[in-house]
């Protein structure tokens, strides 16, 4: 597509809910971020791909979210046992590799709200 | 990654030209310096992006000194809709793709 793509763009879940969030990056693009911003912050990272591999997972909040990429594409997302912390929207990025600097384009976000 | 400190916040009135300064004291020879604009429920956009000395395009202009240790971000006749928060980014290209924002800058237009 002409941008990076994030679904859904509004989900609503009970606390201890799995919710899963889903990236479709630009074409051809090798990097994808996540990133997470709670109302008010600032960008807070959470883990990026190299292709299909995560090198730094360190940026996850917890052991409840991972995240996975298939076919140097798609990622997904995943937050388990949803606690009302895990609130704020998710980000999704994808850029090219460049010797000239990366520059990253932005989904819209999905936005997460735990009750 | 070079850390970046720039201010929380910066008032301005339209038509008025407008400059955010990024420190970044630690920057690597590698790296490059991005400004990106983020709106109220929307994702950053890029604005701009330099290596050294000034860059320029429809949007703004990027002055980087020679010792690259500071960068400004300069919006010419700034609108309401201008309004938004603005990163500063400095990471260097190829295989870095651990990209750590700041907090920002929020701008506020005022009539």
């Known amino acids: 597509g002409a941008g990076v793509s994030q679904s859904p763009s509004n989900k609503v879940t009970e606390k201890g809910k799995d919710v899963e969030l889903r990236c479709d990056p630009i074409s051809g693009h090798t990097a994808l971020y996540w990133y997470r911003q709670r109302l008010g912050q600032g960008l807070e990272f959470l883990i990026y791909f190299q292709g299909n591999s995560a090198p730094d997972k360190s940026g996850l909040p917890s052991d409840r979210f991972s995240a996975e990429r298939t076919g140097e594409s798609v990622s997904t997302l995943t937050i388990q046992r949803t606690q009302q912390e895990d609130s704020a929207v998710y980000l999704c990025a994808s850029s090219t590799y460049g010797e000239s600097g990366n520059t990253i384009y932005f989904g819209e976000g999905s936005w997460l709200t735990v009750v | 990654l070079a850390k970046t400190t720039q201010p929380i916040s910066m008032d301005s009135y339209e038509g008025q030209e407008v400059n955010i300064t990024c420190s970044h004291n630690?920057?690597?020879?590698?790296?490059?310096i991005t400004w990106y604009q983020q709106f109220p429920s929307q994702g950053p956009r890029f604005i701009i992006q330099?290596?050294?000395t000034k860059v320029t395009n429809e949007v703004a202009s990027l002055f980087i000194p020679a010792d690259r240790k500071s960068s400004t971000l300069s919006l010419p006749r700034v609108s309401l809709s201008d309004t938004a928060v603005y990163y500063c980014l400095v990471e260097s290209g190829g295989s870095n793709y651990k990209l750590t924002f700041g907090k920002g800058t929020l701008l506020t237009v005022n009539p």
């Open positions: 630690n920057i690597a020879t590698n790296d490059y």
């Open positions: 330099g290596y050294k």
